[in-house]
């Protein structure tokens, strides 16, 4: 088969995709081999392909091709999430643009037009996924919203609330102005933000005196039952028990006093607002304070404010600063810096509301989950997030899990009169209510308006795609899965709640391995976003560089755990290392076979000591996939194909030009490029598919993308040491014809004086022929002394040199050997600093003080031979 000169990522990525899904490549059903199933973190359906979505997929992929080429039966499920908030928004949007209000609709006909939004536009991330390669099994794709996860979120309020796990309660929440729904406290984001700090007066009743109280929120003052003072602030302590009159509404109010209050912070003197703040509405219970609530779902000021009915909460603290200096009651303005939380969805700032809402009462279902981690039945990956999910899991709150929104599982409670009934179906419902009230009618039941917290479908994820709550014959084949990879960031969100749901429904654990990616940020460190517009277009990226480049580039800059300084440039490596393979590829397989020509000594030498290396290769991946050190084992793949075979082993035994090469070499190096292929496929399967159809004989596997994984045979270290010492020589001699214009494949004499220890490696036929062949060497000869006239270099611990038939700068020469002796000492000195730290030498695995050691013995070696050649070369002078 002809191979063409160039790689066209485009169409071969095509192609394969394709062709693997045609012949259902990436389905999986149960059988009696072991499983090995993963569970995409779902994206949101709103959602488009971005960096985070391509680094985070691109992992599950590696683990799950790598699985199937082990032997598992691989299932990696996909889905996605219907996303309350967001979708919600979306729509509403959609609808206006339509001059459609959402007011004018019903919640049917809401939800009619909500789902012909998902069903257009709701798979767009699953489609550019498959343009990254992601191997996942389509025909089981899944969405939270679909019948079978939305029956099994029903099952699971149902089954909490008979155990006594839920209640409804009126409590201070975080409430989303502009989504107008509560939210969790995960979803709101705090950051410090600029605002201002305003100082106002409080006039005391029947008096002339006036308290000041410093707030960053003047508007809330409409909302104020009290002032509060700390006992001991001695400014203060006339004023116990007195009242004052709040600005504006002229209300009389308490000054109470509670150790509460900040002595240090504004004034001393706080107002108290208890609707609408978390720490007020605490101080507002204890001393039994009116609760007034002065703003509408919408963030405006409600009748209850007085003033400014109807203004937009920004825009009436504008008012209000206004009138206060009108009346002369602000006392100064000055600048402040101060925390703020936004809604992770719609960035509102958050305002703190009472609401009747639903809640999980975490604390009852947090210990398995807990005990899990800690025990590493549940393992993390890095480690240290062990300590951010402990913290999180022993101080837990209440979860509020009911939304004010259409779209989305609605609350399964329905009521009559006082009482809740809560059930799987209205019918159910209406069985429960009818033993209480035998005359009741069922349209008398009122379901409950709200909708179920988006998060509340998403921790149940790795058993509803399974269909777990019917117990299915898939969930207890697949379930727990293998491995979660995530983003650090939803560790509370979405981490721990499975977990949690996992041991509540299941009685074990979902995953048995968590893999936290870092986040992706820019060479400045900056957080990714369309806003600072340093987020490139992940699509353009995969067409630009290819997807084998992208996935490259992502990986290769991404360390266990920590965040990714994401480059182009590591793209455009990966692009070049795919050429690089398409190149050695379309090299061997341009090689004539001569089946009556016998193989040369040191194309064996080659390829035991390439035989070796793999199997070398092959341990160090075992190791590094074991703690999800992917990116490491990338760049030894990257320096092991594009410098160890390519480099080297292809120059090693590719024949003359003009010539055949013997049947056994060309075998066994289809046979290495075949190994290269499957180690490097669950990396970059299109490049490795396509070289592999090219490769592929009468035995070995159909597909790349099936192949078994290679298994660990014998790594032998001497061949491995030995090779390593040659090619030191053969790299020392080219740098020496470089420095001195010889042409390289000039034939030149090689003289050594070689130590004691190497004398045999270099008597050695097939070391000698392989030294002779890759040097362009006339001949290679071991001496006693240098000769006249010659240059000289070190590998190892011995010397070589060659004569040169032009005079030899001597000044020249003695400075390039000094310096090279400056920086051998400089090596010594630091590997002997590290060979005196008793901790190191004690503590460090014994195969790492021996190769210390070893690099002394060399070092010391080496600056012998430096000092011995310096002091020839100064003799002639």
């Not at 002065?294 to 603290?317: H, L, P, T, V, Y």
């Not at 740098?735 to 130590?755: A, C, S, T, V």
Request: charged share 30%.
């Amino acid at each position: 088969m002809e191979i063409s000169s160039q790689y066209i990522a485009s169409e071969i990525e095509s192609k394969w995709y394709e062709y693997w899904m045609e012949r259902g490549y990436f389905h999986s059903e149960p059988d009696n081999r072991n499983p090995f199933s993963v569970v995409i973190p779902p994206p949101n359906v709103t959602g488009v392909l971005h960096m985070g979505h391509m680094l985070n997929n691109t992992i599950q992929d590696i683990l799950i091709r790598r699985a199937r080429q082990k032997g598992f039966n691989a299932c990696w499920v996909p889905g996605t999430d219907h996303a309350s908030i967001a979708t919600e928004a979306k729509v509403v949007k959609m609808l206006r643009e339509d001059g459609i209000k959402k007011s004018d609709l019903s919640r049917e006909e809401f939800l009619k037009h909500a789902w012909n939004w998902k069903e257009k536009y709701g798979g767009i991330i699953l489609e550019q996924l498959k343009k990254l390669g992601a191997s996942c099994d389509w025909e089981r794709t899944a969405f939270t919203m679909d019948a079978t996860r939305s029956a099994g979120v029903i099952q699971a309020f149902v089954d909490l609330y008979n155990k006594d796990v839920l209640y409804r309660g009126k409590r201070m929440v975080n409430w989303d102005p502009n989504a107008q729904t509560v939210l969790s406290n995960e979803e709101v984001i705090y950051k410090e933000e600029q605002g201002n700090l305003y100082h106002i007066q409080y006039k005391l009743e029947g008096g002339s005196d006036f308290l000041t109280i410093a707030t960053t929120r003047p508007e809330t003052l409409l909302g104020d039952s009290a002032v509060a003072v700390h006992p001991d602030d001695p400014r203060y302590s006339e004023f116990h028990g007195k009242y004052v009159i709040v600005p504006i509404v002229n209300r009389k109010v308490p000054i109470i006093v509670d150790d509460y209050v900040d002595i240090e912070f504004g004034t001393g003197a706080l107002k108290v607002t208890p609707a609408h703040d978390v720490n007020d509405y605490d101080l507002g219970k204890k001393h039994n304070l009116e609760v007034i609530e002065i703003f509408n779902d919408d963030g405006s000021i409600s009748e209850a404010g007085q003033f400014f009915i109807g203004e937009d909460r920004f825009k009436a603290r504008k008012l209000v600063k206004a009138q206060l200096e009108e009346e002369g009651l602000l006392i100064k303005v000055e600048p402040y810096r101060h925390n703020v939380g936004r809604s992770e969805r719609t960035n509102a700032v958050v305002e703190p509301k009472l609401s009747l809402q639903w809640y999980v009462s975490m604390k009852k279902l947090v210990d398995p989950a807990l005990e899990a981690v800690e025990s590493d039945e549940v393992e993390f990956f890095p480690k240290k997030m062990k300590n951010t999910y402990r913290h999180w899991m022993v101080n837990i709150r209440d979860w509020c899990i009911s939304r004010q929104l259409w779209w989305g599982q609605r609350v399964p409670a329905y009521y009559y009169k006082e009482d809740v009934f809560v059930a799987t179906s209205p019918e159910e419902a209406f069985q429960q209510a009818k033993i209480k009230y035998p005359d009741l009618d069922i349209n008398e039941l009122k379901q409950d308006e709200d909708v179920l917290d988006t998060w509340f479908s998403s921790w149940l994820w790795p058993i509803s795609v399974f269909d777990g709550f019917n117990n299915s014959k898939d969930f207890q084949y697949y379930y727990p899965t293998s491995v979660l990879v995530t983003g650090w960031d939803i560790i509370f969100l979405w981490v721990a709640r499975m977990i949690i749901a996992g041991y509540e429904w299941k009685g074990k654990f979902p995953f048995k391995h968590v893999y936290f990616t870092g986040m992706v940020r820019d060479q400045k460190r900056r957080k990714m976003s369309k806003s600072l517009g340093n987020s490139p277009d992940a699509l353009g990226l995969i067409k630009q560089f290819g997807a084998d480049g992208v996935r490259f580039g992502m990986l290769s800059c991404s360390p266990a755990g920590g965040d990714l300084l994401f480059d182009e440039k590591l793209c455009e490596q990966g692009r070049n290392f795919t050429n690089k393979i398409w190149n050695a590829l379309r090299l061997v397989q341009g090689w004539e076979v001569d089946p009556n020509k016998t193989q040369p000594i040191e194309n064996e030498l080659a390829i035991d000591w390439f035989t070796s290396l793999s199997n070398r290769m092959i341990s160090g991946l075992d190791d590094k996939f074991k703690e999800y050190r992917l990116s490491e084992a990338l760049i030894d793949l990257y320096t092991y194909v594009w410098t160890d075979f390519c480099s080297w082993y292809l120059e090693m035994v590719k024949p003359p030009y003009g010539e055949a090469i013997d049947v056994y070499t060309k075998e066994k190096t289809v046979e290495l490029f075949q190994c290269i292929c499957t180690l490097l496929h669950p990396y970059m399967p299109f490049i490795t598919e396509e070289a592999w159809s090219h490769l592929k004989t009468e035995t070995t596997s159909e597909d790349c993308m099936l192949s078994q994984y290679p298994v660990l045979d014998v790594i032998d270290p001497q061949i491995i040491n030995e090779m390593e010492t040659i090619k030191e020589v053969i790299s020392g001699l080219r740098d020496l014809r470089n420095k001195h214009q010889i042409k390289p494949k000039e034939k030149l004499n090689l003289f050594g004086i070689i130590d004691n220890v190497t004398t045999d490696l270099y008597d050695d036929p097939k070391k000698k022929e392989l030294l002779l062949k890759m040097s362009h060497l006339e001949s290679f000869e071991i001496v006693d002394q240098e000769l006249e006239n010659a240059v000289s270099f070190i590998a190892g611990k011995s010397k070589f040199f060659i004569q040169l038939t032009q005079e030899i700068d001597v000044e020249e020469a003695i400075r390039e050997k000094e310096k090279e002796l400056k920086y051998q000492q400089g090596f010594i000195a630091g590997v002997q600093k590290k060979l005196a730290n008793e901790r190191f030498v004690n503590n460090a695995p014994e195969a790492v003080v021996a190769n210390e050691k070893k690099k002394l013995s060399d070092g010391l070696s080496r600056i012998k031979n430096l000092e011995q050649s310096i002091e020839e070369l100064k003799s002639r002078r």
